[in-house]
C-alpha cells in the first residue's frame, strides 16, 4: 500500500513540477507568488528517494527469492 | 485508482487556481505581503534604509522605501492597506504609486497625518465623505458651502486636495519687456506662471552633456488647473555616446495666445543630462517649484522664497558650501546628503551652484517674478498659526492589533507606471533619515493590495464592439 502511494506522489509531484515549471516560463511569477517551488523540488526528491528504496528492496528480494 | 485520480485532480484544480488567480476574470485580485520573500510584491528597497524588526515586520529607518507589485494583467484602481506602527516622531507618512519614471514622480496619498489628527480634536471638525475641513473659527456650516465661496487662498491649507479657487494678481499688468532667467538648471523643473490679457511665450535654450547613452527627448508640458493643454517636444540630439561630449546649444519655444487670465504650470521633462542655459519670456511673474538642480556654473546667487524649510544636496563637490536663509546659516560640508534647514526668510544666498535645492515653497530668480499661487500645504513643517482653514482629503488610520494601525489608500491606476508588468510603489516618511543617528523608526508589518480593473467578460465584449 505504501508502495504504490509512494509511486502515485511520485508521479504527481513530477507532473506538478514540469506543468510549474512550465507555467513559470510562460507567465513568470504565477506560482512563485504563491508558493515556493525548491519545497516540491525537496519533496518530489524525497519521494523518489523513497521510492528508489523500495525498489531496491524488491529487487534485492527478487535476487534472493530466484 | 482513487487514489491516482484525486492527486491528478487536485494538481488540475491548483493550476486552474493559479491561471485564474492570474487572469482575474472578475476584475479583481488581492495580494498580500509581509515583505519577508519576494513574489509578486517585491521587497521593501534599497537595503539600508530598514532593518529587520524584532517580532517580524521591517524597520522603516530611512525615507522613502520602495516596493514593486508584479500583476499578470493591467488593472484600473488599486486599494492599497499599510499596517504599520509609527516609532518615531515624524508626523506624515505617505504611500504612493509611481505615475511618471521620466521625473520619478509618485502619485502619493496620506496613510497618516499627525497634525491633522492634533489639530482635528482642537478646531472645529466637518466631514463629508473623505473630505475634511478643520476650521480655526467656524465660519462655515458646511463643506459644500466653504467649496462654493472659500476664502482667500492665504488663509487656506491644503492637503491631498485641490480647491477650484482662481489665484489672482491684483493690477496686474502685462510686461513690455522680456524676462531673461539665465541660471542655468539641470534635468526636469517645473514653474508657474501668470497670464493676464497677454500670449504665452517663452523659449529655452538647451545643450545635452552626452555623459549617459540614454536618449534625452525634451518634452515641455503645459498646465491649466492641473489639466494638460498644450506641449511641445524635440528628440535627443542624436549623439548616442556618453562620451562628455556637449551638443550644440538648441531651443524649443512655448507659445499659445488667447488664454484666460490665471495661472499656468509648465513642466520641463528631460534627463538629467540636459542643461537649460537660458529661459527667455514675455510674462514677468515666474515661480519655480523645487527641487532644483542648479548647475556648478552659477556663481554667488540669490534666490527669492516664502519656504520656511529648505534643503539642499550637494551633488558636485563645487557645491560643498555654506548657505545664507534669512539670518540662518546652513553649513554643506558633504556631497550627495542631504542638509535641511527651518527658518525665517525670504531670500537664500549661494557661492556656487552645483546643488539641488527643494523647499516647502515657491522659488524664482528675482524679486519682482515671485508671485506663491499655490496653497500652503500640511508637512512636518507647517505652523497652524498662519492658516484659518484646513481642507483635507484624508482619513486618519485605524487602530489594528498590538499597536498597529492601518492606514488606507486608494489610487488611480490608468495614470500610474508600469513596466515588465509592475507597478512601482513608495511609502515615505518625510524628515526620517538614517544618518541622523536618532533610534526613531516605522514598523512596516505588512501590506495588502487591492486591484480593480475589467472583467473578462467586459473585456471580451469591448473587443466584440471593436471588431464591429
Redesign the interface.
Known amino acids: 500500500m505504501i508502495r504504490i502511494i509512494i509511486k502515485e506522489f511520485f508521479y504527481v509531484l513530477t507532473g506538478a513540477l514540469a506543468v510549474f515549471s512550465l507555467l513559470e516560463l510562460i507567465f513568470p511569477g504565477i506560482v512563485i507568488s504563491h508558493f515556493n517551488l525548491n519545497r516540491l523540488l525537496i519533496l518530489w526528491a524525497a519521494d523518489a528517494i523513497l521510492w528508489l528504496g523500495i525498489k531496491s528492496e524488491n529487487y534485492g528480494q527478487k535476487k534472493e527469492n530466484s | 485508482m482513487k487514489?491516482?485520480i484525486s492527486?491528478?485532480t487536485?494538481?488540475g484544480l491548483?493550476?486552474f487556481y493559479?491561471?485564474f488567480?492570474?487572469v482575474s476574470p472578475f476584475g479583481k485580485t488581492v495580494?498580500e505581503s509581509d515583505f519577508s520573500?519576494a513574489?509578486?510584491i517585491g521587497k521593501l528597497t534599497p537595503e539600508e534604509r530598514r532593518e529587520a524588526g524584532a517580532y517580524g515586520g521591517w524597520r522603516m529607518i530611512g525615507d522613502p522605501l520602495y516596493f514593486s507589485i508584479?500583476t499578470?494583467r493591467g488593472f484600473d484602481r488599486a486599494a492599497v492597506e499599510l499596517e504599520y506602527e509609527n516609532k518615531s516622531e515624524k508626523p506624515i507618512i505617505e504611500i504612493g504609486v509611481l505615475a511618471d519614471k521620466t521625473v520619478w514622480r509618485y502619485q502619493l496619498k496620506p496613510a497618516e497625518n499627525a497634525v491633522i489628527d492634533r489639530l482635528a480634536s482642537k478646531w472645529t471638525a466637518l466631514r463629508k465623505g473623505s473630505l475634511l475641513l478643520l476650521q480655526k473659527r467656524k465660519e462655515y456650516e458646511s463643506i459644500d458651502d466653504f467649496i462654493a465661496n472659500p476664502p482667500e487662498l492665504s488663509r487656506i491649507a491644503l492637503y491631498d486636495t485641490e480647491l477650484n479657487s482662481e489665484f489672482t494678481i491684483g493690477n496686474y499688468a502685462p510686461s513690455a519687456s522680456k524676462t531673461e532667467i539665465g541660471r542655468p538648471l539641470r534635468g526636469n523643473y517645473e514653474f508657474y506662471v501668470y497670464l493676464k490679457n497677454e500670449p504665452l511665450d517663452f523659449e529655452f535654450s538647451f545643450f545635452d552633456l552626452n555623459q549617459n547613452k540614454d536618449p534625452d527627448p525634451v518634452e515641455i508640458n503645459l498646465y491649466y488647473r492641473d489639466q494638460p493643454i498644450d506641449s511641445v517636444r524635440v528628440e535627443d540630439d542624436g549623439i548616442a555616446e556618453d562620451g562628455g561630449i556637449s551638443s550644440a546649444p538648441r531651443k524649443i519655444s512655448l507659445k499659445a495666445a488667447s488664454l484666460p487670465e490665471g495661472v499656468y504650470k509648465i513642466e520641463f521633462k528631460t534627463g538629467n543630462d540636459v542643461i537649460t542655459e537660458k529661459i527667455i519670456s514675455n510674462q514677468k511673474r515666474i515661480s519655480f517649484r523645487g527641487p532644483l538642480w542648479l548647475t556648478e556654473d552659477n556663481e554667488n546667487f540669490e534666490i527669492r522664497t516664502d519656504s520656511s524649510a529648505i534643503s539642499v544636496n550637494a551633488v558636485h563637490p563645487a557645491g560643498r558650501q555654506v548657505v545664507k536663509f534669512g539670518t540662518a546659516e546652513l553649513d554643506v560640508d558633504e556631497t550627495y546628503r542631504q542638509f535641511n534647514l527651518s527658518a525665517i526668510g525670504d531670500t537664500i544666498g549661494f557661492e556656487r551652484g552645483g546643488v539641488i535645492l527643494s523647499g516647502d515653497g515657491v522659488f524664482s530668480f528675482d524679486r519682482e517674478s515671485f508671485f506663491d499661487p499655490e496653497a500652503k500645504k500640511i508637512d512636518s513643517n507647517f505652523n497652524s498659526d498662519s492658516v484659518d482653514f484646513i481642507l483635507a482629503n484624508y482619513r486618519s488610520p485605524e487602530e489594528a492589533n498590538g499597536g498597529f494601525k492601518t492606514a488606507r489608500a486608494e489610487f488611480e491606476l490608468k495614470q500610474a507606471y508600469r513596466e515588465d508588468g509592475a507597478y512601482g510603489f513608495i511609502i515615505s516618511a518625510p524628515g526620517l533619515k538614517v544618518e541622523d543617528g536618532t533610534e526613531d523608526y516605522i514598523i512596516i508589518k505588512s501590506v495588502r493590495v487591492e486591484f480593480y480593473g475589467r472583467s473578462l467578460w467586459a473585456k471580451i465584449k469591448s473587443m466584440i464592439d471593436n471588431r464591429l
Open positions: 487514489l491516482r492527486l491528478w487536485l494538481l491548483a493550476v493559479f491561471i488567480y492570474a495580494y520573500s513574489g509578486m508584479r499578470f
